[in-house]
């Protein structure tokens, strides 16, 4: 159920538009291309999306510190952008941990099932094949449960992490871009 959960909840929150929407990087670009937005604008494009914050960061820090030099409005960049990438591979752990464990809990589930089918055999008395081989087949089902599990959460797990580093890359290349396009408004003294 958590795994189910997790699969959702990162379904919803890893998506495009809400992580780096296209025309975004393009936008603030053309907002900014004669002066430096207001601050309420600025404020929009942090709600915006994640790369809408990552950009809003290195708008306040050229708006905070007008002389502001190049390595120092690339690490405000590179500050808030390993925040965001903090937060969108928030769970992704959490996934890859059950996906990890779950055949492990179900191999355990069967080990012990199978103890307890050979321990129930009385010594001397008449083995039932039937009943031996219906409770090994009880037993297996904790494997499959196990398996089950862990076979879509690696999938998306896999998946997710892929999206993730994606949309970092997305992240560092508009940094990269926002860096000349915001220097020009830069004092230089």
Same mark, same amino acid.
């Given at each position: 159920?958590?795994?189910?959960? =997790?699969?959702?909840? &990162? ?6 538009? =809400? ?16 002066? #430096? ?12 999306? *994640? =790369? +809408?914050?990552? #950009? ?15 390595? $120092? !409005? ?5 500050? $808030? ?5 903090? &937060? !969108?591979? &928030?769970? #992704?752990?959490?996934? @890859? ?8 809990? +179900?191999?355990?589930?069967? *080990? ?6 050979? @321990?129930?055999?009385?010594? @001397? ?9 219906? @409770? ?9 449960? +196990?398996?089950?599990? $862990?076979?879509?959460? !690696? ?5 997710? &992490? ?8 997305? =992240?560092?290349? $508009? ?15």
């Amino acid at each position: 159920m958590i795994a189910l959960a =997790l699969v959702i909840e &990162r379904l919803y929150n890893l998506r495009e538009r =809400l992580v780096a929407p296209r025309a975004l990087l393009d936008e603030v670009v053309g907002v900014s291309r004669a002066s #430096l937005p207001p601050a309420d604008v600025v404020n929009k494009l942090a709600a915006n999306s *994640v =790369l +809408g914050g990552v #950009l809003a960061a290195g708008l306040r820090a050229v708006v905070a510190e007008p002389r502001i030099a190049e390595p $120092a !409005l690339r690490q405000a960049f590179e500050s $808030a952008g390993r925040g965001a990438v903090h &937060r !969108l591979e &928030r769970y #992704l752990n959490t996934l @890859g941990t059950i996906a990890a464990i779950a055949p492990l809990l +179900g191999l355990f589930g069967t *080990v012990v099932g199978m103890i307890e089918i050979f @321990g129930s055999q009385a010594p @001397g008395s008449g083995t039932n094949p039937q009943q031996l081989a219906h @409770g090994i087949s009880v037993a297996l089902y904790n494997t499959a449960f +196990g398996l089950i599990i $862990a076979i879509p959460a !690696l999938m998306f797990y896999r998946y997710f &992490r892929g999206k993730v580093d994606e949309f970092q890359l997305t =992240l560092e290349l $508009a940094a990269e871009r926002m860096v000349p396009h915001l220097m020009r408004f830069a004092v230089r003294g």
